[in-house]
Structure formats: C-alpha cells, structure tokens
C-alpha cells in the first residue's frame, strides 16, 4: 500500500524524507536554541494551510502575535487562515481572559482538551498540529516526560491529525530535558547548529522516521529572510564539529541520568 506524505515545506527537505512525513505520524522535532525548530513548524503548517489541511499551532515559548509575524517573514499569511477558519493559534502564555484560544495551565490534560476543541471548532478534514514545545510541560517534572508524551499521542490517535511534538535540548550537554517524545514519536528530525571558522552553521539530520527510507546524512540548512529554511547539502561533518569530547560527554550524561534519577524518586515520594 502507497504511504500517503506530507509535504514539510521545507525546500529540499521532503527528498531526505522519501516524500515527506506520512499522514497520521506523530513526529519530534529537537534541538538546541535557535536551531530552527520553530522556523520548521511554521513551515509545517504554512505547507498545510496551501493544500487545504487546517493548523493547530500550539506556543508555549512565544505569544501568538510572534508566531504570526515570524510567519509573516516568510511570507505566510496566518492572520488571514486564522480570519478563515483554516488556523487556530492556542497561545500558552496569554493569561488574557476572554481568550478563547489560550491555556489556563501548563497541564497536559488541558492542552489536549483544546486541541480537540480546535479540531472540532475547523471541522471536518485532516489537520497539521503543533506542539512548540512539549518540554514546557514537564519543566518541573521531567521525569514525567515519557508519559505525558505517550498521552498526546495515544488521544491525538483518535483523530485526523497528523502531529509535531517540538522538544528542547540543553545547550550545555545537548540532551533533552527528560527524554520522552524521542521514544514515543514515529519520527524524529533533528535539529543541530555549530560555530564552524566563526561562523553558526545549521544542520539537520533524520534521526529516526518509521517507514521510511530517508537519508541518513547530515544536511546543512539555512534560514533566510524572506524565504525562510532551505536545505543546502549534505554536509561532512567532523566528530569534532557537532560533539564535545567524549569524557566530557560521558560525565555529563551522569550527571544528567542521576538528576532525573533523583526527580523519578521525589516524585514517588509524592504519589
Ligand atoms: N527573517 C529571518 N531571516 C533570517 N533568519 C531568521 C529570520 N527569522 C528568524 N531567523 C533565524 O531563525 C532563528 C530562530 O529559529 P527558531 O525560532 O526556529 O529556533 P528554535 O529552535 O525554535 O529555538 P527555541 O528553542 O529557542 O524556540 C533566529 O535565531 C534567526 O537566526
Ligand atoms: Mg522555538
């Protein structure tokens, strides 16, 4: 049976994926700061609103306003989807009250509660949604990430969607805060970005997608203004390039486990 494909949006991007992300998958979307991952899932659902899915776009880090302007960079009009009736923006900071379209909470059970209202307020047909990012969920309960990851998934299952779960990766050790999306996820793009000869370059590589035949190299990216990401090339990278040295690595992936080790532990303390 054919695989029907999502086109990402991103220029050059679906042929490392084979075509792009197959309907219905829950994919996650890592990296450090200002790797990208916003600028990704903009594109995500810009591609989506251009051949007729709806968006529920999901910020926990900037305010609607900021996500709408950045598209507007890019030359996506998400005002005018949100106008009609094609785009739901759920904003996680605003505290405004009146706002339909926000969070009163960073609690798990809420954000898919107003997912499912989005879905139903746009409708019939199959929607793109965003969830940037998940981390802000388990920021003070890491250990909880697995599960509530499992959650989204297991819930959004049940509906015409097909989903991206962004999560943050430290600067410092370049791990995630809890690991759980990866492991619940279909597929996993990640984001990367290195000072190479003094200037920041910015990678993507396909971790992981089921499926899929996709590429395994690593790909230089750019973002441009106007334009927004394009893929430029495979890139040979060196160890040295993308990794700190190994026994480095190694005592900071300890001490990492041992925190969330700690955190497993309170929170049994708890329950
Ligand atoms: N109009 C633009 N022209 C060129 N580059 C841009 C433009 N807008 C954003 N960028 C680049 O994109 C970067 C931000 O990327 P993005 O917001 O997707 O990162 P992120 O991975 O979501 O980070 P965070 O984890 O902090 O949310 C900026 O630092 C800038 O380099
Ligand atoms: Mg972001």
């Known amino acids: 049976m054919e695989i029907e494909r999502l086109s990402t949006g991103v220029k050059g991007l679906d042929e490392i994926l084979n075509g792009g992300i197959p309907k219905g998958f829950t994919v996650a979307v890592v990296g450090e700061p200002g790797t990208g991952k916003t600028v990704f899932c903009?594109?995500?659902?810009?591609?989506?609103?251009?051949?007729?899915?709806?968006?529920?776009?999901?910020?926990?880090?900037?305010?609607?306003?900021?996500?709408?302007?950045?598209?507007?960079?890019f030359d996506f009009d998400f005002r005018k989807a949100i106008k009609n009736g094609e785009l739901v923006i759920i904003d996680a900071l605003m505290e405004e009250r009146g706002d339909p379209w926000s969070l009163r909470e960073l609690e798990v059970e809420e954000l898919l509660s107003k997912i499912i209202e989005a879905k139903k307020m746009l409708g019939y047909g199959h929607?793109?949604?965003?969830?940037?990012?998940?981390?802000?969920?388990?920021?003070?309960?890491?250990?909880?990430?697995?599960?509530?990851?499992?959650?989204?998934?297991?819930?959004?299952?049940?509906?015409?969607?097909?989903?991206?779960?962004?999560?943050?990766?430290?600067?410092?050790?370049?791990?995630?805060?809890?690991?759980?999306?990866?492991?619940?996820?279909?597929?996993?793009?990640?984001?990367?970005?290195?000072?190479?000869?003094?200037?920041?370059?910015?990678?993507?590589?396909?971790?992981?997608?089921?499926?899929?035949?996709?590429?395994?190299?690593?790909?230089?990216?750019?973002?441009?203004?106007?334009?927004?990401?394009?893929?430029?090339?495979?890139?040979?990278?060196?160890?040295?390039?993308?990794?700190?040295?190994?026994s480095v690595l190694a005592k900071m992936i300890e001490a990492e486990y041992k925190k969330e080790k700690e955190l497993v532990s309170t929170d049994e303390l708890e329950d």
């Open 127 to 246: 929607a793109r949604v965003v969830v940037d990012s998940m981390s802000a969920f388990w920021l003070d309960k890491p250990a909880m990430a697995r599960k509530y990851s499992y959650m989204v998934k297991r819930v959004l299952s049940k509906w015409d969607v097909t989903t991206i779960l962004t999560s943050q990766y430290a600067v410092t050790t370049s791990l995630g805060f809890g690991f759980g999306v990866e492991h619940v996820a279909d597929g996993i793009i990640r984001f990367r970005k290195s000072i190479i000869s003094g200037v920041l370059k910015r990678f993507v590589i396909i971790e992981k997608m089921r499926q899929t035949d996709h590429d395994r190299r690593v790909f230089e990216i750019d973002i441009v203004n106007g334009k927004g990401m394009v893929v430029l090339g495979p890139y040979k990278v060196s160890r040295s390039d993308l990794s700190l040295p190994f």
């Open 42 to 73: 903009i594109h995500f659902i810009a591609s989506g609103l251009s051949s007729g899915d709806k968006g529920i776009y999901v910020t926990t880090e900037e305010s609607r306003e900021s996500i709408v302007r950045q598209a507007e960079m």
